[in-house]
């Protein structure tokens, strides 16, 4: 089991730049692939980032690469999203995730997904 809890969220103005952490309990943490999504009022949640638990490779969505970096700590049991030139399309509820069987190419994929924290907002205004 993972229970997982983000913070960090709050009021930004474009672009300026904010950290999200994930704080995760459970011995298992660092066998874990993890994950950011977001959801934006009246979208579905949508892959922003992930991280491997073994290699450290990192992905990507397309709309974000370049201004948002994933990482990890295994000791502190805490995944992090550095986000810098913020735009209004960024605000979002954020999630992160923790998952085992991903595969090579299912990092995007939701439904992959065994664990969820309860999302931070995020508001970017203009």
């Known amino acids: 089991q993972v229970q997982l809890v983000e913070s960090g969220g709050g009021k930004v103005q474009a672009g300026g730049s904010l950290r999200l952490s994930c704080a995760a309990s459970?011995?298992?943490?660092?066998?874990?692939?993890m994950g950011w999504f977001r959801q934006a009022p009246g979208k579905e949640r949508e892959f922003v980032a992930a991280?491997?638990?073994?290699?450290?490779?990192?992905h990507y969505a397309d709309s974000v690469k370049g201004r948002f970096t994933i990482s990890r700590d295994n000791r502190k049991k805490t995944v992090y999203l550095q986000r810098n030139s913020l735009k209004p399309e960024d605000t979002a509820v954020y999630y992160c995730?923790?998952?085992?069987?991903?595969?090579?190419?299912?990092?995007?994929?939701?439904?992959?997904?065994?664990?969820w924290g309860q999302g931070t907002q995020v508001t970017v205004s203009s």
């Open positions: 995730a923790a998952g085992q069987a991903l595969g090579a190419m299912g990092y995007s994929i939701r439904a992959l997904y065994d664990y």
């Open positions: 459970g011995r298992a943490f660092s066998n874990y692939d």
């Open positions: 991280i491997r638990w073994n290699t450290y490779s990192t």
